[in-house]
């Protein structure tokens, strides 16, 4: 059962490459066969990426057999000479996992060689799967690049686990700055995972609150507390209750009441979205994406009284403190294709690939990443918050005639 | 003068040939990419690729290509259990007629023996099973995965009854219906049989009775070899050559093979690339220039160029004759240019402005001879008439000097550097 027929779950070293590419100022140096790089800069150019600041060294087979590490050396030298960057991230490749290269021993002895401040990741690939990449990233980054100062400022907040692999995760950031800000009137300062220079992320230990949105960023969200005191907390804003729980929660950690006018409108939307009509109730539903985005839409549908048949994880769950029991991950592709394959007149709500794989009878809505076959706007719905309750709940309407018209 | 480049009369092979410390955007093609182009284009047959997840997250792409993903219990203990395992679904779910198995990096560093396994794999279920080797610390070549991919083939072959068909190796064949060689050919009253590597697997097994194979891509040079090898098929060797005479030489030797007269036709067109190098001579004489890849052999144009009276400056290469080519001698006669295996657009754009070329030819950034594509659509005399008209088109420099302005060259500098 180890064949793989569609997408394979990406792996750490993939995640590292997402997280570490956001940034402006850094450049990411892969000591590894170019081509690998070539490939990566292909592939990530479409999730936004700064693919301009990947670089190579390249590899001979001497440097493999005989673990000469002279050829980084160089890199690094010419790297901070030619391009001054602030920070270089060095990525080994797997190659040189599997020899054992000490990519951080040269990094330790090469930092007084040059002016950048050298970060090395030691996975090349055999970590796991994203999910630990991300996991492992994150708290790397936060440890690396938080500054110093510990002063938190008034009503503004981080957002910890963002991601550029993420599906819709530009309109949910934007959906969640739109809450705080119109039930808090707090700013943003620093984003994990997406932030756009180096220096942007010496704010993280500055804000009153850390909003934690993934699980795997749940690791670098206590390092901030226990080295700046930041409270945080975890809780991805799916549907109207996640979000008036979200928002009930920061209010508490913020010290401030939330805004009566989006409290009274949330409400509202709750009492609304429970008269949806009973015939509208016998909708199944299976739900395939990451863990935080499956889950959160879950508890909203199952609090509209719809029936998840199937909760499928894309990635392992070794990274996510205490995952609910109702989750589960396919450790093989054949058992996952099996389940999509049985899933009939079902509102499936999945990434493109798993969409792919079920029956044409099922109707569809991708929420997840992989989605390359998906278009996203800046004026697109999020997936987060109020909008993106509403989004999920009008889709829903939409296709619940169709799938109860084929039931009958 | 940078690290990146040494003079060409201090090489003595491929691996004093200077490389970048590092490579940006734009970095060569892993060789699993191009041994992917060509196993795709063989019909009825599907891909397995071995590798660990990122390799197959990047090659991903059409119904005939699966993976087996390797993670570090497989580095461990060897991916025998888990190839089989995957390659019994294979077959059970898709039934293909023939698999080319595709080991990565991590599997040729483990030392995996998936040759003996293909071989199990064969035997065991009746199709033919070839392994394409595509371990990039090994070149800086993609081409090397084409190379590969095509040698592979052999393996799908079986021993046929001799007629007299003619096998074209390196291209497919609507692309080969186009050039010159093929209107010989027709005018002849040849018909090529199977063209590699735009075959089926069915095709590709009657490929041994072939009288002749004429390659017309030096990547399908490997398979032609293996061909000569097993099955004792001769072979012409038409790859593209800038030499009016060599060009005229392979021909000769085609029909020599094929017991026919050479019609008229290939004389009048030796007599037309001739005439068109003649028509620029002058014009190119004194002309100073970069070249990078091109369709030609590097060393082999270089050379012709050089007798021209045309002056190389640079050579962007990782190819090395050897000290004794012809070619080579030819080109250290003339001139002592500068030699790198790649450049950076940085220094490139250093050595521009110091040494200040007149014509940039080949790669990316050049005129005057199209990239080296894997089967040209120019074959013969044609191939040289291109490449001469498009040299003569800018020998003034004009164009180029306009693109590299001072003030683009700051600007392109300045967005890849940080303050």
Redesign the interface.
């Known amino acids: 059962?180890?064949?793989?027929?569609?997408?394979?779950?990406?792996?750490d070293?993939?995640a590292a490459l997402w997280l570490m590419l956001t940034f402006?100022?850094a450049v990411v140096?892969e000591y590894g066969?170019?081509?690998?790089?070539?490939?990566?800069?292909?592939?990530l150019k479409g999730m936004g990426l700064k693919?301009?600041r990947?670089?190579?060294?390249?590899?001979?087979?001497d440097?493999?057999v005989m673990g000469d590490v002279t050829?980084l050396e160089?890199?690094l030298?010419?790297?901070d000479r030619?391009?001054?960057?602030?920070v270089i991230f060095v990525v080994p490749?797997?190659?040189l996992t599997?020899?054992g290269a000490d990519i951080a021993g040269v990094c330790h002895y090469m930092q007084l060689e040059v002016n950048a401040k050298l970060i090395a990741y030691d996975g090349g690939?055999?970590k796991g799967?994203y999910s630990t990449g991300l996991s492992d990233v994150y708290t790397l980054l936060t440890k690396e690049l938080a500054g110093r100062e510990s002063t938190p400022v008034p009503s503004t907040y981080n957002i910890l686990g963002a991601c550029a692999y993420a599906y819709k995760i530009q309109p949910d950031l934007q959906e969640l700055e739109h809450l705080m800000d119109s039930t808090f009137g707090a700013k943003r300062l620093a984003t994990l995972g997406l932030c756009d220079s180096t220096q942007d992320m010496k704010a993280l230990g500055q804000a009153s609150v850390n909003l934690v949105i993934r699980a795997e960023a749940l690791p670098a969200a206590k390092w901030l507390k226990e080295n700046f005191g930041t409270e945080y907390i975890y809780s991805a804003p799916y549907g109207y209750l996640g979000t008036l729980h979200f928002l009930e929660a920061v209010g508490t950690a913020l010290g401030k009441e939330p805004d009566a006018n989006v409290m009274e409108m949330l409400k509202g939307k709750i009492n609304a979205a429970q008269n949806i009509p009973t015939s509208g109730k016998k909708m199944r539903v299976s739900i395939v994406g990451d863990y935080d985005v499956a889950v959160g839409i879950y508890g909203f549908l199952k609090s509209l009284g719809l029936k998840t048949e199937h909760l499928i994880c894309n990635h392992s769950l070794g990274r996510i403190p205490q995952p609910t029991e109702d989750i589960l991950f396919y450790q093989t592709e054949?058992e996952r294709i099996t389940v999509l394959q049985g899933l009939h007149n079902q509102w499936v709500l999945a990434d493109d690939v798993s969409l792919s794989i079920c029956p044409a009878d099922n109707a569809r809505l991708c929420i997840s990443a992989p989605a390359a076959d998906q278009v996203e706007t800046e004026e697109s719905s999020p997936l987060m918050g109020i909008r993106g309750a509403d989004f999920i709940l009008e889709r829903q309407r939409n296709e619940k005639d169709i799938l109860l018209s084929a039931l009958i | 003068m940078t690290s990146q480049v040494k003079k060409l009369r201090d090489i003595s092979s491929a691996r004093n040939i200077p490389a970048p410390s590092y490579h940006g955007a734009g970095c060569a093609h892993c060789p699993l990419h191009t041994a992917r182009k060509i196993t795709k284009r063989i019909k009825d047959s599907v891909t397995l690729v071995l590798g660990i997840a990122e390799c197959a997250c990047y090659v991903k792409g059409g119904d005939t290509l699966f993976n087996v993903v390797l993670d570090w219990h497989d580095v461990t203990f060897g991916c025998k259990d888990k190839l089989a395992a995957a390659f019994d679904e294979l077959m059970q779910e898709y039934e293909p007629k023939a698999v080319f198995i595709i080991t990565t990096c991590v599997p040729e560093i483990t030392g995996d023996d998936v040759d003996s396994l293909a071989a199990v794999f064969q035997s065991q279920y009746g199709i033919a099973v070839a392994v394409v080797h595509t371990e990039h610390f090994k070149t800086v070549q993609e081409s090397a995965g084409v190379q590969n991919a095509m040698g592979a083939c052999i393996e799908m072959m079986k021993v046929t009854e001799k007629d007299a068909s003619v096998n074209i190796l390196g291209q497919g064949q609507q692309d080969f219906l186009d050039t010159e060689l093929s209107g010989v050919l027709k005018a002849v009253g040849v018909e090529p049989g199977i063209y590699i590597p735009d075959c089926s697997v069915a095709e590709l097994a009657r490929a041994s009775k072939a009288k002749l194979n004429i390659v017309v891509d030096a990547n399908a040079l490997l398979l032609a070899q293996k061909m000569e090898q097993r099955f004792h098929i001769p072979y012409v060797s038409f790859e593209a050559c800038i030499s009016p005479q060599g060009t005229l030489e392979a021909y000769r030797h085609l029909f020599c093979r094929l017991e026919k007269p050479m019609p008229e036709m290939v004389i009048t067109a030796y007599e037309k690339a001739r005439k068109a190098i003649l028509d620029i001579e002058k014009t190119v004489s004194g002309t100073s220039y970069f070249c990078e890849r091109t369709q030609f052999p590097t060393f082999a144009l270089n050379a012709f160029l050089c007798e021209l009276g045309m002056m190389p400056q640079l050579i962007v290469t990782p190819e090395f004759p050897g000290r004794d080519s012809a070619d080579l001698m030819t080109v250290l006669q003339y001139s002592d240019p500068y030699i790198a295996q790649r450049i950076s657009q940085e220094t490139m754009q250093a050595l521009q402005d110091e040494l200040k070329p007149d014509m940039l030819i080949g790669g990316r950034r050049g005129n005057g001879g199209s990239r080296r594509r894997y089967g040209s659509k120019r074959i013969g005399f044609d191939a040289i008439i291109e490449f001469v008209s498009s040299i003569s088109g800018n020998q003034s420099g004009a164009e180029i000097k306009k693109r590299h302005s001072p003030d683009a060259r700051s600007k392109r500098r300045e967005g890849r550097r940080f303050s």
Not at chain 1, 54 to 61: A, D, I
């Open positions: 059962m180890s064949l793989i027929r569609f997408n394979p779950t990406p792996s070293r993939m402006e100022d140096l066969p170019m081509g690998t790089t070539c490939f990566a800069e292909r592939a693919v301009n990947l670089f190579s060294t390249h590899l001979s087979e440097d493999v050829r160089k890199a030298i010419e790297i030619d391009l001054q960057p602030k490749s797997a190659i599997v020899t690939g055999f799967d054949r």
